[in-house]
Antibody, heavy 122, light 112 residues
Framework: EVQLVQSGAEVKKPGESLKISCQGS????????IAWVRHVPDKGLEWMGI????????QYSPSFHGRVTISADKSINSAYLQWSTLEASDTAMYYC???????????????WGQGTLVTVSS | DVVLTQSPVSLPVIVGQPASIFCRSN???????????LNWFQQRPGQSPRRLIY???SRDSGVPDRFSGSGSGTYFTLKISRVEAEDVGIYYC?????????FGQGTKVEIK
């Protein structure tokens, strides 16, 4: 069963804006962190930021702070990653993932979306 | 940021043989609750990452028991007891103890 579903691939020009989405369920969004991860081939994976949809508590990795905005709408179990001004260097696959906020005791889930490929080219 | 350094970067393996991937942290990863949030992920070609191991040594549901994790302090290991062809991909260690969470640079496992 697919737990997180991401929006489709995007092709944009430098300077354009973009908002991609990640939709889950109450199970994956309540009491959870939703994370965004960037994957550039040959550069590996990078955690960009996390948001708790319950209270919109958001934390950004310093590498991405000010470059992207992470938001969520708890009412529809959706999270978003947006850029106001895209650059060619933003070309990458972007994944969302979900895990509980409290992981101190016992096993805990870790779900990933299928990824959204963003291509920025003139 | 916590820096995770993996070795080797590339790991050619023979099917049926064991393989080990190492992950070293530049600082301790014990969280205030006493847990070490060191995870291992597998990313097969064209697929999303999949967590194999969490909290150093706990195996995720559905993960074959040929995968095991160990370690303490700043040194951690992912071991595959007998490599199978389906294990080809890139393996990443990741820490969730301190924000920002970080990944190692990855180890590419390929069949000889």
């Amino acid at each position: 069963e697919v737990q997180l579903v991401q929006s489709g691939a995007e092709v944009k020009k430098p300077g354009e804006s973009l908002k991609i989405s990640c939709q889950g369920s109450a199970y994956t969004f309540s009491n959870s962190w939703i994370a965004w991860v960037r994957h550039v081939p040959d550069k590996g994976l990078e955690w960009m930021g996390i948001i708790a949809p319950d209270d919109s508590d958001t934390q950004y990795s310093p590498s991405f702070h000010g470059r992207v905005t992470i938001s969520a709408d708890k009412s529809i179990n959706s999270a978003y990653l947006q850029w106001s001004t895209l650059e060619a260097s933003d070309t990458a696959m972007y994944y969302c993932s979900s895990r509980p906020r409290d992981v101190s005791v016992g096993p805990y889930f870790d779900f990933w979306g299928q990824g959204t490929l963003v291509t920025v080219s003139s | 940021d916590v820096v995770l350094t993996q070795s080797p970067v590339s790991l050619p393996v023979i099917v049926g043989q064991p393989a080990s991937i190492f992950c070293r942290s530049n600082e301790g990863l014990v969280f205030s609750d006493g847990n070490i949030y060191l995870n291992w992920f597998q990313q097969r070609p064209g697929q999303s990452p999949r967590r194999l191991i969490y909290k150093v040594s706990s195996r995720d549901s559905g993960v074959p028991d040929r995968f095991s994790g160990s370690g303490s302090g700043t040194y951690f290991t992912l071991k595959i007891s007998r490599v199978e062809a389906e294990d080809v991909g890139i393996y990443y260690c990741s820490q969730g103890t301190r924000w920002p969470w970080t990944f190692g640079q990855g180890t590419k496992v390929e069949i000889k």
